[in-house]
């Protein structure tokens, strides 16, 4: 998957506790990108971050989750008081954003299963 | 609101036989769609994109077209190998503004009989 790294791959949590995802983009990239596969449907867009800004977080629900991408180390998407219905594959993707060239590579996924 | 439909949730292709696989949209600003394939547990591997100033892209056996004014894309694998067998995921994005966020389709599971 052209280098994209998620960890963890798979995450175990209760009802109300809190869930770290952390995505580390392909070398060179710069625009992070996090996406979530809910059971039998397409992926769905969540939000987009560059360095150090949330460029568009028009897909993340408006309470429990947020996202950072620091100036250094990997993007984190955090989930706080997890509920069974975020149980969901959740993906990462990366992009340069060159001239003429919107491809975004995936990472292998978080599979957060909530008890 | 779907903007993005893939109408076949499946489809069974013959080793050897052309697979193709169907895209609809609604939304007239995508400019840029992406075919992505993706085996369980995984995630999506990017296979073949197209701009909208074209209405071909070929790599090797994957070719997709795009008709814009049917609002249609299609990928076409020729020969269909057994290691094709996946999730096909249409994907599209819009020009303009900060986000290139995309748009999928439900997808389509590919499946080719030996």
């Known amino acids: 998957n052209a280098g994209v790294m998620q960890n963890p791959r798979h995450l175990v949590r209760r009802r109300g506790q809190e869930a770290r995802l952390r995505c580390s983009p392909m070398?060179?990239?710069?625009?992070v990108y996090w996406y979530r596969q809910l059971p039998e449907e397409g992926l769905k867009f969540m939000v987009y971050l560059q360095k150090e800004n949330i460029i568009d977080e028009s897909g993340m629900p408006k309470e429990r989750f947020s996202a950072e991408f620091p100036k250094e180390g990997p993007s984190i998407l955090r989930i706080q008081q997890v509920v069974r219905g975020d149980s969901a594959a959740y993906f990462c993707?990366?992009?340069?954003?060159?001239?003429?060239?919107?491809?975004?590579?995936f990472g292998p996924g978080t599979r957060l299963l909530v008890l | 609101d779907q903007q993005v439909k893939q109408n076949s949730p499946s489809l069974s292709v013959q080793e050897g036989r052309i697979s193709i696989l169907n895209c609809d949209y609604t939304?007239?600003?995508?400019?840029?769609f992406l075919w992505y394939k993706k085996y369980p547990a995984e995630g999506p591997t990017f296979l073949i994109s197209i701009s909208s100033i074209k209405d071909k892209n070929e790599d090797g056996r994957f070719t997709v077209f795009l008709n814009k004014s049917a609002k249609h894309l299609s990928l076409h694998i020729v020969p269909s190998q057994p290691g094709d067998s996946a999730v096909y995921f249409c994907?599209?994005?819009?020009?303009?503004?900060?986000?290139?966020?995309?748009?999928f389709g439900t997808g389509t599971l590919l499946a080719v009989q030996p």
């Open positions: 070398k060179g990239h710069s625009h």
């Open positions: 993707a990366s992009s340069p954003l060159r001239a003429g060239d919107k491809t975004q590579y």
């Open positions: 939304n007239s600003m995508f400019d840029y």
């Open positions: 994907a599209a994005t819009a020009y303009g503004g900060a986000t290139n966020k995309l748009i």
